[in-house]
């Protein structure tokens, strides 16, 4: 449903992204996922035709977005980083301004409008003047005008940011009952969004595509070694020497607890009951001991630490 070839676009000297390819099918639901700079809006705005390429192609249910930029277009519902809404006008007002400008017909327009207000909770909200609404409310009058034209495909550019931890989980939901029936890319440097949310992740970073898996496998990908979190009641500077001289510990990390440390052993090795053995012959007073996953906010710091240092000494 979108597919991006070789996406390359420079801003002067800056290339802003560099050879992003990837697609996502009909129905999917994808993050796409990298700190800020990373390239995320660029290439929404190049996918939506409000910029071109400098090279690569695209394309959105299977329209060229350079070449048959207008077909693409109606496919294509499109929430932008920053949302331009008119504060003085009513939500409905608005809606029918917005549908108008996108050339809609008034009966399919007023329709669409009724629609829409259900779909995005705003039936109560749709004589409030926008400028009197809730962040939280405002936004979804933006993702109201996004679905608007019924497009197959939304692209939304960091859909949640600025709003509370109630308003993002409203939003989210929204989201998620729109996929299934749309193709939805969004964008995020949230990592729990992306989990949450998405069922796959695209990871950008430097303007380049450095990872794409569905959350589980990215966080089985990048676990090179186990990670095993202990505590003990008497802690000294000889706890973390003599845990290190361990055969198949690779580290000893001090935890944020006084005498918690965290062991990375390599992978495949389950050393718990070496670990715990250890600490008790030694007398060190074993007070916890368990594994530690590795979340996905950890694969993307190893992942996006990994790109830095190539990418700083060019
Ligand atoms: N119009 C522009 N002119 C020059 N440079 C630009 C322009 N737009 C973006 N850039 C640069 O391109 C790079 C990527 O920017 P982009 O906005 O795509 O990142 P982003 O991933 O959306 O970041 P954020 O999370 O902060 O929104 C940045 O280094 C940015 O400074
Ligand atoms: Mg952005």
């Known amino acids: 449903m979108i597919r991006a070839e070789g996406l390359t676009k420079y801003y002067g000297p800056h290339a802003a992204i560099i050879d992003v390819s990837f697609e996502v099918a009909e129905g999917e639901i994808v993050a796409f996922l990298g700190p800020n700079a990373a390239g995320k809006t660029t290439t929404m705005r190049i996918l ?6 400098t090279f690569g192609r695209a394309s959105v249910a299977g329209f060229d977005v350079v070449e048959d930029s207008l077909e693409a277009r109606r496919h294509i519902g499109y929430m932008p980083e920053v949302a331009a809404l008119y504060p003085d006008m009513r939500v409905r007002q608005y809606l ?16 669409r409008i009724e629609y829409v207000l259900d779909r995005c909770g705003l039936d109560e909200r749709a004589s409030s003047i926008i400028g009197t609404l809730s962040l ?9 005008q ?3 034209h019924d497009p197959p495909v939304l692209i939304l550019d960091e859909p949640t940011a600025g709003l509370d931890p109630n308003q993002i989980a409203e939003v989210r939901q929204l989201i998620k009952s729109l ?9 995020t440097h949230i990592l729990p969004e992306a989990q949450m949310t998405c069922e796959r992740v695209m990871i950008i970073n430097h303007g380049q595509i450095i990872a794409v898996d569905t959350p589980d496998n990215l966080t089985a990908q990048i676990r090179e070694v186990q990670t095993v979190l202990v ?4 802690d000294s500077e000889a706890v ?9 510990v690779v580290a000893v990390r001090r935890a944020d607890e006084p005498g918690a440390y965290h062991i990375d052993t390599t992978v495949g090795s389950d050393l718990r009951a070496e670990v715990a ?14 594994p530690v996953a590795m979340s996905l906010e950890d694969v993307f710091h190893e992942l996006t630490m990994v790109e830095e240092v190539p990418a700083k000494s060019a």
Do not use: C
Not at 136 to 144: D, H, I, K, S
Not at 241 to 248: T, Y
Not at 277 to 290: D, H, P, T
């Open 136 to 144: 939280g409310f405002r936004q979804r009058v933006t993702v109201a």
């Open 277 to 290: 053995e250890f600490i008790v012959n030694k007398g060190w007073g074993l007070l916890e001991l368990q």
């Open 96 to 111: 029918r301004y917005a549908g108008r400008l996108q050339g809609m017909g008034r009966d399919e327009l007023n329709d």
């Open 240 to 248: 973390p020497r003599l845990l290190r001289d361990m055969s198949g």
């Open 179 to 187: 996929a299934g029936s749309h193709t939805v890319m969004l964008s």
């Open 48 to 53: 939506t035709g409000y910029i071109p390429p």
């Open 231 to 234: 505590r003990v009641r008497d």
């Open 146 to 148: 996004t679905l608007l």
